[in-house]
């Protein structure tokens, strides 16, 4: 009998203390791409980013322009030239070709690599917004409002967010 009380008393102490700890969890949520996209620095990273991809595609042109050139040049001079030249000028041109076969990946490689450059800073400031929001308002967890299928609107916290930001 006293074991049986002792257990019931020490299972009422555990959902009481469970019960505590779950009126303190405070859980928000938050759009992170949407506050990013808010932010100037996001569309001036945007515009740097399609001014830097628009000149690797004015280089990739210039390069393939270059070799298209360099191929009817040789077309037209090889009937005089000797069969050692020709194997020079025709391996030296496929080298060409097959660097600008490798150009568009080259172009997405870079492009990846600035935008990771650009966009770093900017999701760190959004991030620290977003973390000093939630332990202001006393959030102890924020999801991304992405993965939520019902959320209540109170627990939203990009207008917060926003305004720590001083986003319109």
Not at 12 to 26: C, E
Not at 106 to 123: A, D, N, V, Y
């Amino acid at each position: 009998m006293k074991k049986v009380l002792s257990i019931l008393m020490v299972a009422i102490g555990l959902v009481s203390v469970s019960s505590g700890v779950k009126a303190q969890t405070k859980i928000g949520y938050i759009s992170f791409n949407e506050i990013v996209s808010l932010m100037p620095e996001a569309k001036k990273a945007d515009s740097t980013l399609n001014q830097f991809r628009d000149a690797l595609i004015a280089s990739a042109q210039d390069k393939e322009t270059a070799l298209n050139e360099a191929i009817q040049k040789f077309n037209k001079d090889s009937v005089t030239m000797a069969a050692a030249v020709k194997d020079v000028k025709r391996k030296d041109l496929q080298a060409k070709l097959q660097e600008l076969q490798g150009e568009e990946q080259r172009i997405q490689q870079e492009l990846q690599k600035k935008q990771e450059e650009l966009s770093g800073p900017i999701q760190k400031k959004a991030m620290d917004a977003v973390t000093a929001v939630a332990k202001e308002a006393g959030y102890t967890y924020v999801m991304p409002k992405e993965y939520l299928i019902v959320s209540p609107p109170a627990d939203d916290l990009l207008p917060l967010v926003k305004k720590k930001l001083g986003l319109k």
